[in-house]
């Protein structure tokens, strides 16, 4: 079992920036991949960026170059999120994989509007 925890959240202006921390406890060493998902109302919720045990990255086309995924230490990943846009605007999900269960956080709200 693994439980997890978001981090940073909130409201910021186009252009702006944001960091998204996500703490796991529990069967920390157990996960072979760490990521971010996010839903945005009436929309289906979608990968952002995701990076597994062995290092590998990828991110959605709509992020790329804006965002960073870090996978900090084994219990934390990050998400820089710079240059957001109002399309950007979305609940937030941290995302673990013990193969072949899936966990889940319970989101965080980012809104990006001026």
């Known amino acids: 079992q693994v439980q997890l925890v978001e981090f940073g959240g909130g409201l910021v202006q186009p252009g702006g920036s944001l960091r998204l921390s996500c703490a796991a406890s529990g069967s920390i060493f157990s996960i072979d991949a760490m990521g971010w998902y996010r839903q945005a109302p009436g929309k289906q919720r979608e990968l952002v960026a995701r990076i597994t045990r062995g290092g590998s990255i990828n991110y959605a086309n709509s992020v790329k170059d804006r965002f960073t995924i870090s996978r900090d230490n084994a219990k934390t990943v990050s998400l820089a999120m710079n240059n957001l846009k109002p399309e950007d605007t979305a609940v937030y999900y941290c995302?673990?994989?013990?193969?072949?269960?899936?966990?889940w956080g319970q989101g965080t709200q980012v809104t990006v509007s001026s």
């Open positions: 995302n673990a994989i013990v193969f072949p269960s899936t966990y």
